[in-house]
């Protein structure tokens, strides 16, 4: 069986995550929380990335939040959200007493249509926050430009997409702030939760910083300039995910490589039904890998017969969900969202896979879209 899920993902560091555990349990300085490996640790991905700022926290929902509140996101305000996605993206505006206003998606790519962006723009819209989605990024070149003519404040939900690349700018520093999740399925991911807020603006990330641990400046104690949070981040995973940056590289290029030939492979597939995203890997990123299929649970018990465990994400549009239903005007629609819902699934493509298990899962697919030919491949 190959798993959707690994369970064997952190195998090979297992040594080092209980050589972190060892390291800051017996340190002297018995610091759990924001201590010197956190600052290496945002040091190393602000110098990878050529940001002003990264600011590492309790988890990529936090990061929202933090920008969010940063930016002075309150009542009144409209942010516009893509219609399909992770709830975070909805719960984040609303917890903050603003209104998610929901924009409908592009029908193969799955990110947020800009076109909609736009139109979904009103006197009381604040900021856009588009997300990257499975393995394509938003196109953030036209919802900047709408930003722009606007004059809207931009934040970029690129939990998924750390490593990905559009137009030579790397996710996270198209928007006046981005995020990163570190959760475990995450390509990212730690032995835990976390995430960061990447930024080019210093005074933003100055402020998201103070907002991470209750509007403290990390200078004197117990002096709140601001009302905040407790979104901290945890010294072992700190120490872990210094341990695990080398490698994280080499573990995106796996991963674009298996897409690629998934791609490849599923290319003759769309006239029957089964739909790969879009080929390359300009403004991608290989979070998970999504097709769209006309009878999407039954190649999912199809593929679950064959060895190859398969993952439905969202199966219902944002606005359709019961938290947030009251946020969308009786009679509105996203027949792209709906569709996406109706029709996702997501196949394997973590970098440990082997050669062997990723023709398997790729054959697999072929046998259900055309079963005739199934060992002809
Ligand atoms: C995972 C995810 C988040 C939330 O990250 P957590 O670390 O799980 O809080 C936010 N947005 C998107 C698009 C995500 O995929």
């Keep these: ?81 893509p219609a399909f996605g992770c709830a975070p993206l909805a719960a984040a505006v609303a917890v903050l007493g603003a209104v998610p206003v929901f924009a409908d998606i592009d029908p193969w790519t799955m990110v947020a249509d800009p076109a909609a962006v736009e139109a979904a723009v009103t006197d009381r819209t604040a ?86 641990n209750h509007g403290q400046d990390g200078k004197q104690r117990f002096v709140h300039h601001r009302v905040g949070y ?32 998934y791609t490849a492979r599923f290319a003759p597939l769309r006239e029957r039904g089964v739909v790969a995203p879009p080929p390359g890997r300009e403004g991608r990123c290989f979070y998970v890998y999504t097709l769209l299929a006309e009878r999407r649970d039954d190649l999912k018990r199809h593929l679950e017969r064959r060895g190859v465990g398969a993952h439905v994400y969202y199966p219902a549009p944002l606005p359709l969900q019961p938290a947030f239903a009251r946020y969308a005007a009786p009679g509105d629609r996203w027949p792209n969202a709906e569709s996406a819902a109706r029709r996702n699934i997501s196949i394997p493509v973590y970098p440990h896979l082997t ?12 046998a259900f879209a055309d079963p005739r030919r199934e060992p002809q491949w």
């Design 1 to 81: 069986m190959i798993p959707f899920f690994p369970p064997d993902l952190f195998a090979e560091d297992r040594d080092a995550l209980l050589e972190a555990v060892r390291e800051v349990g017996t340190d002297p300085e018995q610091r759990f929380i924001l201590g010197r490996r956190t600052a290496a640790f945002e040091d190393a991905l602000r110098e990878r990335l050529g940001a002003a700022d990264v600011v590492a926290c309790s988890s990529g929902t936090s990061a929202l939040t933090l920008v969010l509140t940063a930016m002075g996101i309150g009542p009144g305000d409209e942010v516009v959200v």
């Design 127 to 212: 900021a856009l926050m588009p997300a990257h989605m499975f393995s394509v990024m938003a196109d953030m070149p036209r919802i900047a430009d709408t930003a722009r003519r606007h004059g809207l404040r931009l934040v970029e939900d690129s939990a998924v997409a750390q490593g990905g690349v559009l137009g030579g700018r790397p996710a996270g520093l198209w928007g006046e702030a981005g995020v990163f999740s570190f959760v475990q399925v995450k390509t990212f991911g730690t032995a835990g939760e976390g995430g960061a807020v990447v930024t080019r603006d210093p005074d933003l990330g100055q402020a998201v910083r103070m907002l991470r």
């Design 230 to 261: 407790n979104s901290r981040f945890d010294e072992v995973l700190a120490a872990f995910q210094l341990h695990r940056l080398p490698g994280l590289d080499a573990r995106l290029r796996r991963r674009a490589e298996i897409a690629d030939y």
């Design 355 to 366: 050669d062997a298990q990723v023709e398997q899962v790729a054959d697999a697919v072929c």
